[in-house]
């Protein structure tokens, strides 16, 4: 079946350094990607998505590129800020339900 | 505003008793999921609707039930045999058709713990 796989966390940085998390996927065909972001307990937003090949979705100084060469959709911000603090998930979309399959998540901690 | 709303935040469920968690929806969405996300994982599917009056179960159904009566509502009922009910629980929903068509939308959470 369709999967995900995200980087190990937790991730803890220092206010504006750069940020990458890792997503690679396993799936039949192209499915839609996406990032959601849940703070503490809260329930997911959505942060920035990608329907096909070479599609970059960008939200709030996060990008991430559709990969379909190395099955990925790496979450890069080139300066984080603390209140980006939150864990962070990466998903595909399959299925006649059109259900989401999650990675994870990935905690990410932000030190002023 | 439009949105997704779940009741109660949190909920406390005794031995052998069944409870019932609310989700409504203003959005004016077709699609309607349930989702279970435990300490360090990733969500799992519980039971999905696409249509009122139409339901399917997801990857862990067991010991959950669902009905899907109105547009707007699709509660979520966790039953006394379900072993291991302590969890965080999402609700999600989406339009089925347009260029947003596969996003999904999600509610606030409720949090149920066992005494």
């Known amino acids: 079946g369709d999967s995900v796989t995200q980087m190990e966390g937790p991730v803890t940085l220092s206010e504006e350094a750069f940020l990458t998390i890792n997503c690679t996927y396993t799936a039949t065909g192209y499915p839609s990607l996406f990032w959601y972001v849940q703070y503490p307990g809260e329930g997911l937003q959505l942060l920035l998505k990608a329907t096909k090949a070479d599609d970059k979705g960008s939200n709030k100084g996060f990008e991430a590129t559709y990969r379909k060469e190395t099955t990925s959709f790496h979450l890069e911000k080139g300066s984080v800020q603390v209140s980006d603090s939150a864990v962070y998930f990466c998903?595909?979309?399959?299925?006649?339900?059109?259900?989401?399959?999650f990675g994870s998540g990935t905690q990410l901690t932000v030190l002023p | 505003d439009g949105g997704i709303t779940q009741s109660p935040k949190y909920l406390f469920r005794k031995e052998g008793q069944n409870v019932t968690l609310s989700c409504e929806q203003n959005?004016?969405?077709?699609?309607m999921y349930w989702y279970r996300q435990d300490p360090g994982q990733g969500l799992r599917l519980i039971y999905y609707?696409?249509?009122?009056?139409?339901?399917q179960k997801g990857d862990i159904a067991e010991g959950y039930s669902v009905s899907r009566e109105k547009k707007e509502s699709f509660p979520l009922t966790v039953t006394s045999a379900q072993k291991n009910p302590t969890a965080f629980y999402l609700c999600?929903?989406?339009?089925?058709?347009?260029?947003?068509?596969?996003?999904?939308?999600f509610g606030p959470g409720t949090r149920l713990l066992v005494l």
């Open positions: 999600a929903s989406r339009l089925r058709a347009g260029t947003s068509s596969e996003t999904q939308y």
């Open positions: 998903a595909l979309v399959s299925g006649s339900a059109r259900q989401l399959t």
């Open positions: 959005l004016n969405h077709d699609a």
């Open positions: 609707s696409q249509i009122v009056n139409d339901f």
